[in-house]
């Protein structure tokens, strides 16, 4: 089947706009170990400042997705896009306490709402045998979050600590522009009728909106999680400087990046829930051998990219098969509920691995926590969902 040149634009372009926006969302993290020695903060209160932004990307999701299933990508992404600008720079110009980073942080968690535009604009574009492909390499944006880890740390060290927000905010200007003058919602797309909140309620009310977000929450959380936690854990737990740990977590996020379009495109081919299943295995395999806090070179190394790589795989396989068992003009409303599912699952377990080692001085009940987690979404997978696939397959 040959590509509608349309629908590689429209793909091109919600990618772009999620990475760059995730690249927003995702600022404050790489600079938690420093933040934690200028402002003297606990491990707790340091957890808190880079879980804040995530929280609020994750809820504001819901709202995002139904308005996005109403006016469509075109208004929705240079909206969002321009709206982040305000708290990137009050971050890089104004916050110099703990409570100025946890209110520009509440605001910065804007950025992180777009994925719920991007998906149902792309999965209007594709038809169902290549949504899986489709909406794994737009999920791929959130290597946004990578280019974050990968430069935040080094640019605020050679150029000055407003520089990475200052650089951060004309590339979201730049994109709002673009995106105002290229996007083009799908012709024909299905438009969703009733007020947000009704359609909102009726999504709660949605089984598969429920299970998908339970299983999104242990996939892309844990991603969320590793992303935005990892730097700190890793300086604290074996030492590592901020620099060190911040290359480091952006080799876990590329990996986990670079497998979430693989995880799409093996559901195009396989059969999803097996696909999922065996994610989910990897995970508790793998979150067991991390509880045991063995040498970082090499068991701590293949356990953290393992994961990295098991959490991608995943993240593609929950969207292949939400394209499959979710109506089109439900898909912004859905997106957004298990996007938001998604989110939160990443918002908790910083927290708990900053409660766990201020109490213990241990991390190791944390990737309990996860091991068990990852078990109970595999066990649903191949269950309770291998049934709804099926009946759904049999209409």
């Known amino acids: 089947m040959v590509e509608d040149p349309s629908a590689r634009r429209a793909l091109v372009l919600a990618t772009v706009g999620f990475a760059v926006t995730f690249w927003a969302w995702a600022l404050l993290s790489p600079l938690g170990a420093s933040l934690r020695d200028e402002l003297g903060l606990t491990s707790f209160e340091q957890s808190l400042v880079v879980a804040v932004p995530v929280i609020v990307g994750s809820v504001g999701r819901i709202p995002v997705g139904t308005l996005t299933d109403r006016l469509g990508a075109r208004r929705m992404f240079p909206t969002v896009a321009l709206l982040t600008v305000a708290p990137v720079l009050y ?4 916050a110099d306490s703990l409570a100025d980073y946890l209110v520009g942080g509440f605001f910065l968690g804007l950025g992180g709402t777009t994925f719920a535009i991007g ?30 880890a990968f430069s935040t740390v080094q640019l605020a060290a050679a150029f000055g600590p407003s520089f990475p927000f200052d650089l951060v905010a004309v590339v979201l200007v730049f994109f709002a522009a673009v995106g105002f003058l290229l996007l083009r919602d799908r012709p024909g797309r299905t438009v969703a009728s009733g007020s947000v909140l009704a359609r909102l309620v009726a999504t709660l009310r949605m089984p598969v909106a429920l299970q998908l977000s339970f299983l999104y929450a242990v996939a892309f959380g844990g991603f ?33 990046v670079a497998m979430r379009p693989v995880g799409g495109w093996m559901c195009d081919r396989h059969d999803p829930v097996r696909v999922l299943t065996g994610a989910y295995a990897v995970v508790t395999a793998l979150a067991v051998l991390a509880a045991l806090e063995l040498p970082l070179v090499p068991i701590g190394t293949v356990a953290f990219l393992g994961l990295a790589a098991a959490l991608g795989v995943g993240t593609g ?7 499959r068992l979710v109506e089109p003009e439900r898909v912004g409303a859905v997106t957004g509920l298990v996007g938001a599912a998604g989110g939160l699952g990443g918002f908790f377990p910083p927290l708990v691995m900053g ?22 979404a595999g066990a649903l997978t191949a269950t309770t969902v291998r049934r709804r696939v099926r009946a759904h397959a049999s209409r």
């Open 91 to 94: 971050l890089g110009h104004f």
């Open 119 to 148: 998906v149902p604009f792309v999965n209007s574009w594709y038809p169902p045998e290549r949504r899986g492909l489709a909406l794994g390499i737009f999920g791929a944006g959130m290597g946004g979050t990578a280019i974050s």
């Open 224 to 256: 969320v999680a590793f992303s935005v936690y990892l730097p700190s854990y890793l300086t604290t737990a074996f030492g590592l400087e901020g620099g060190d740990a911040a290359l480091r977590t952006a080799g876990f996020v590329v990996l986990a």
């Open 317 to 323: 396989a929950v969207f292949a098969l939400l394209a």
């Open 355 to 376: 409660l766990t080692h201020g109490i213990f001085d241990d991390y190791s009940l944390g990737y309990v926590l996860l091991a068990l987690t990852a078990a109970a």
